[in-house]
């Protein structure tokens, strides 16, 4: 839209007709950036007697960015206590580029009406990290006699980085839950640099709410490393009463890593199979630091409860799972549930020691045995190379699903599969026309 067209829209913001003011304030919201020239007009326009314009006028003025913050901060001078909250939401829409507007939205935290207060939280949450020359207020802020307050200045303070969390520790202790919460959320969103929480987190696992014992297990995951001292607190509370407390647990334990482990290890002996599966589904999560657990994981190929995930938190620890291979390769035989797909990723995690029984199990096994295995030596990549001989030969296998994945396997090896390219060759003319196109694309790769 051009100047002069903006131009009529500005005149018409002095219409005697509300709804054509309106009509003028909503278009000039939807030009946004492009509007700028319009920031005065629809400032004046706040003031106007129709709460209608006046919310137009304000949905303008945050659309338009940047551009409208002086306009804004000079409107939050004003008496009225309507004008100061669109003002607030129209800054809250702008969010980090309203820097230039902190010192006064700081300011409206200290009104004698809380929705203002609370209005004023918000945008400087919206902000970020720019505002950070607000946490003074903020930290005031989070005695309020309103608990929306409150929660809205633990929501701010989440942004603002390490300087936050002092007065972030302070506020798990509010007599409100909800305000515990939003806390111990902030503390979360801040991350590693929230280490000096892990103390006040670790009380905040024991809260007698359910939420706020889960939302504080989750900060200290995403603590990470830093909250190693955390793991006892975290391991008790896979037995925790509310399921998504003992979720958070097990979810922190395995970001924590390594520290985590010889508790984890301990845990995977629990009578209550909800509990053994948490730990193990961390153990996975830790990955090849977690290689002390291998013994402990290859038993638990037998358990009922738990042999799907065992098998998955092999695959994650990887080559150093090699001990697992004899248990996985039974496990690899089971047709009755997932047990088998999980056991064929985690031998092909596996890779070196695992290529000799696949290549086994591919001369001897059934079928079933026969695709889990093409599955492991699909992940495998070069390791696979070993088993080139008997990929070849299933290409001759009577079920075309055998066939497709041995072509698989073959065009993920590459150019070592050079001494399958007679049989591959062969593969061209087979009947299943996956077979074809799998044998194809190996050969091009040869």
């Known amino acids: 839209m051009t100047t002069p067209e903006i131009d009529r829209l500005i005149d018409r913001l002095k219409d005697k007709d509300p709804a054509v003011r309106r009509s003028a304030a909503e278009a000039l919201g939807k030009?946004?950036?492009?509007?700028?020239?319009?920031a005065g007009a629809l400032g004046r326009a706040l003031r106007d007697e129709d709460p209608h314009v006046v919310f137009d006028a304000a949905f303008a003025l945050g659309r338009i960015g940047a551009a409208s913050v002086p306009v804004l901060v000079d409107s939050l001078n004003e008496k009225s206590a309507d004008l100061r909250r669109r003002s607030l939401e129209a800054i809250r829409m702008i969010g980090h580029r309203a820097v230039d507007a902190v010192p006064a939205v700081a300011h409206q935290l200290r009104d004698t009406a809380g929705d203002i207060r609370c209005?004023?939280?918000e945008?400087?949450?919206?902000?970020?990290?720019?505002?950070?020359?607000?946490?003074?207020?903020?930290?005031?802020?989070?005695?309020?006699?309103?608990?929306?307050?409150?929660?809205?200045?633990?929501?701010?303070?989440?942004?603002?980085?390490?300087?936050?969390?002092?007065?972030?520790?302070?506020?798990?202790?509010?007599?409100?839950?909800?305000?515990?919460f939003d806390a111990a959320f902030a503390l979360g969103r801040?991350?590693?640099?929230?280490s000096g929480a892990v103390p006040a987190l670790m009380d905040a696992v024991k809260d007698d709410v359910d939420s706020v014992r889960y939302i504080a297990a989750e900060a200290l995951g995403n603590i990470g490393p830093a909250a190693e001292v955390a793991v006892a607190v975290l391991t008790k509370a896979l037995k925790d009463r509310g399921s998504e407390v003992r979720a958070a647990a097990a979810k922190a334990l395995g970001r924590i890593g390594k520290g985590?482990?010889?508790?984890?290890?301990?845990?995977?002996?629990?009578?209550?199979?909800?509990?053994?599966?948490?730990?193990?589904i961390a153990l996975g999560r830790i990955g090849p630091d977690a290689k002390d657990a291998v013994p402990a994981?290859?038993?638990?190929?037998?358990?009922?409860?738990?042999?799907?995930?065992?098998?998955d938190a092999l695959r994650g620890i990887g080559p150093a799972a090699a001990s697992a291979v004899p248990k996985l390769m039974e496990a690899l035989k089971d047709e009755s549930g997932d047990v088998s797909r999980a056991a064929s990723e985690a031998l092909g995690a596996i890779g070196s020691a695992a290529v000799q029984p696949l290549r086994d199990a591919l001369k001897k096994g059934n079928t079933h045995v026969k695709l889990r295995a093409l599955g492991a030596f699909t992940q495998m990549a070069d390791y696979a190379g070993r088993a080139v001989d008997e990929l070849a030969a299933c290409l001759k296998d009577d079920d075309e699903r055998v066939r497709f994945n041995a072509a698989r396997a073959l065009e993920k090896i590459g150019i070592d599969a050079k001494p399958a390219e007679a049989a591959l060759k062969a593969a061209l003319q087979d009947e299943d026309e996956d077979v074809r196109y799998w044998a194809g694309e190996a050969l091009k790769r040869i």
């Open 190 to 194: 801040i991350g590693p640099a929230a």
């Open 119 to 121: 209005y004023a939280a």
């Open 297 to 311: 994981l290859t038993e638990l190929l037998e358990d009922q409860a738990v042999r799907t995930q065992a098998a």
């Open 31 to 38: 030009l946004g950036p492009q509007a700028q020239h319009a």
């Open 123 to 180: 945008a400087l949450r919206k902000i970020g990290r720019a505002a950070k020359e607000a946490i003074p207020e903020l930290m005031m802020a989070l005695k309020d006699e309103k608990v929306d307050v409150r929660r809205a200045a633990a929501e701010a303070l989440g942004d603002m980085g390490a300087e936050a969390v002092g007065p972030l520790c302070k506020a798990l202790k509010d007599n409100d839950p909800n305000v515990r």
């Open 260 to 280: 985590s482990v010889p508790a984890l290890i301990a845990t995977l002996s629990d009578p209550d199979a909800k509990v053994r599966r948490r730990a193990v």
